[in-house]
């Protein structure tokens, strides 16, 4: 379905609300730094002394410095937002009062009708989009600067986590329990194509993050796609990607933005070093690309006659890690991994059961499944599953913490059943989630 005009002007409109959400970082972490130096200041002097004792107050002003060093990283970011093509413009024209999409994948939904794409291929990346100037823009008196709101920020906060997961010595852990276990299965399904012909094997990552598992499954040879909708994951992701020029070129402090659990100050103000490769450093011919957009519309339209990249049936592998519980309704996820997966394709899981749209507050609908209802549809929707076992993982999580979550996570490999070798049809997809 081709995006109206509104979508299009809506996507922008998110797109530069989260820039400006990466601009505002910096003022935004050092007032939240200042109200606990406000509250210090508020104390009976003789209390202001104790804790002053502690190093209290020099500690305060740690974390001013390693939010200052943030936001020297984040600036980078959005130095140079091309990834979409950024009108500048655009910012000037946000109102203050205009409040972004409420839910809590607020602007998603609409953010993938066209794609965008950054190819691996001879170390260039291209990037790409319709026209989307603002026909209306002369219409339109200038408004105030949007402000982002602590959603936004703790979007931006987590976008730092996930660079430790996927681009730092630090996530190694955490890959190894997610990653390793589904690019050894990738291999093991594959197992008869000799290494050199692995190019010619099409996987897709859909829900990619920040990109670490699609970048190595194309570092293992395979032609592989990552797929993600959120502006935070894109803009990030773009920028580790085409713009890093060395290993640990950069330092950021992810955990300096809350003193609960922290034990002690070292863990406090920890510094990781990103990346811990260089990302350009593939082999010249790999086939590397992540695609802008919403998985169900990028990959589930039904292909048109004259579609430029029909998807069906195209993919030999497709691999989710923390991915099927960001639907809606997963019955579209599913029905769409079946329809675009090969014959003799594979569809690799691991994840929680974590429903990202449940108690969403912007009436989008929710359909929370069970483990055993999961596997049950995945069976009814066509898929034979196979290799099936829990793995103990964290997810971004800062391993000092007196505080830690860890995810029992569903493993699985699945194959795909033909229609014919189902007792009927497959109901044709259904691209329409939203009620
Ligand atoms: C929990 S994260 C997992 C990221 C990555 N796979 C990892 O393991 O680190 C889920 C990702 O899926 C993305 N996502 C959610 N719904 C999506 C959709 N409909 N289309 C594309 N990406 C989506 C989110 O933006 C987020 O980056």
């Known amino acids: 379905m081709k995006p109206t005009e509104e979508d299009i002007i809506e996507e922008q409109r998110h797109l530069q609300n989260v820039i400006t959400t990466f601009q505002q970082y910096g003022p935004y972490a050092l007032a939240a730094n200042n109200r606990r130096r406000k509250d210090l200041y508020s104390l009976p002097y003789a209390d202001q002394q104790l804790l002053e004792g502690l190093g209290f107050k020099d500690k305060l002003i740690d974390i001013d410095r390693a939010i200052m060093a943030n936001e020297f990283f984040i600036q980078q970011m959005v130095a140079n937002p091309e990834i979409f093509g950024d009108d500048e413009d655009m910012d000037e024209d946000m109102d203050a009062n205009e409040e972004e999409p409420k839910g809590d994948e607020k602007g998603k939904g609409k953010s993938s009708s066209h794609s965008h794409s950054h190819e691996h291929g001879g170390h260039s990346h291209s990037h790409s989009r319709p026209d989307i100037s603002n026909p209306h823009s002369h219409e339109t008196p200038k408004k105030r600067r949007y402000r982002p709101t602590d959603f936004d920020m703790d979007k931006l906060r987590s976008t730092l986590k996930q660079f430790v997961r996927d681009w730092s010595v630090e996530g190694k852990v955490e890959r190894d329990y997610c990653y390793e276990p589904m ?55 773009y920028f580790i990607l085409n713009r890093t020029k060395r290993v640990n070129e950069h330092s950021i402090f992810p ?94 899981n691991l994840g929680p059961l974590l429903w990202h749209w449940e108690n969403n507050t912007s009436n989008d609908l929710s ?67 939203e009620v």
Not at 209 to 237: T, V
Not at 284 to 312: H, I, R, T
Request: proline residues 6%; negative net charge.
């Open 183 to 237: 690019k050894e299965a990738l291999l093991q399904h594959f197992s008869s194509v000799p290494e050199i012909q692995r190019s010619k094997l099409r996987v897709l990552v859909p829900g990619a993050g920040l990109g670490r598992l699609a970048y190595d499954i194309a570092r293992l040879g395979f032609s592989c796609q990552g797929n993600e909708f959120s502006h935070y994951m894109l803009l990030a992701s």
């Open 255 to 348: 955990y300096v933005h809350s003193l609960s659990n922290i034990p002690n100050r070292d863990s406090l103000l920890r510094e990781v070093k990103i990346p811990d490769v260089l990302p350009s450093d593939i082999p010249p011919d790999s086939k590397f690309s992540l695609v802008a957009g919403d998985f169900e519309e990028v990959y589930g339209a039904p292909d048109l006659e004259d579609s430029d990249e029909p998807q069906a049936g195209k993919w030999d592998a497709v691999v989710t890690c923390f991915f099927m519980d960001t639907a809606k309704n997963v019955i579209n996820y599913l029905r769409t991994i079946h329809r675009i997966l090969a014959p003799g394709g594979v569809w690799i």
């Open 367 to 433: 359909i929370e499944l069970d483990l055993n209802e999961l596997k049950a549809l995945c069976c009814k929707l066509g898929f034979v599953l196979s290799n099936e076992r829990t793995i103990d993982t964290t997810y971004t999580n800062n391993p000092e913490s007196m505080l830690g979550y860890v995810y029992h996570t569903s493993f699985w490999t699945a194959t795909k059943l033909e229609d014919e070798q189902l007792n009927r049809p497959l109901v044709e997809t259904s691209n329409k989630t």
